[in-house]
């Protein structure tokens, strides 16, 4: 499976928010993960490029592409918003697209993070009752 078909599966699971004006809520909410940029994006789509809030990066495929991954007919700017998704979407990209090792190990950490708070969080469910 390549990277950008493992796009689907984040859309069946409702992961994956596309649209300039979506994409751009998502990451001031910090619901972003991951904003992926297409090759052919115009100058809006690359602004995203310079957001330090959320890592981005850009597809080795142009808008019509991502579109036609997506549903749609056209799609230069598209975020990820699981943090699992992202992480596996990027190890897909590496075994395609060389350079990316930093983005790979960053999300990693993120999603190592992300599952040890996943484990607290029943464990002070539990604290709160006790103390009740």
């Not at 998502?26 to 994006?41: M, N, P, W, Y």
């Not at 350079?99 to 993120?110: R, V």
Request: with cysteine; net charge positive; charged share 35%.
């Amino acid at each position: 499976m390549s990277a950008v078909t493992f796009l689907e599966l984040a859309k069946k699971a409702g992961r994956i928010e596309s649209g300039e004006e979506t994409v751009a809520m998502c990451v001031r909410a910090g619901r972003a993960k991951l904003v992926l940029i297409a090759s052919d994006a115009g100058r809006s789509a690359r602004g995203f490029e310079r957001n330090d809030g959320c890592p981005t990066v850009t597809l080795n495929c142009g808008k019509s592409e991502l579109g036609a991954v997506l549903g749609r007919e056209t799609v230069s700017v598209a975020c990820l918003t699981d943090i699992g998704f992202a992480s596996a979407f990027v190890d897909k990209l590496s075994a395609e697209t060389p350079g990316i090792e930093e983005l790979k190990a960053e999300l990693s950490m993120a999603r190592d993070r992300a599952a040890e708070r996943k484990k607290e969080r029943p464990q002070k469910a539990q604290k709160r009752k006790k103390q009740r």
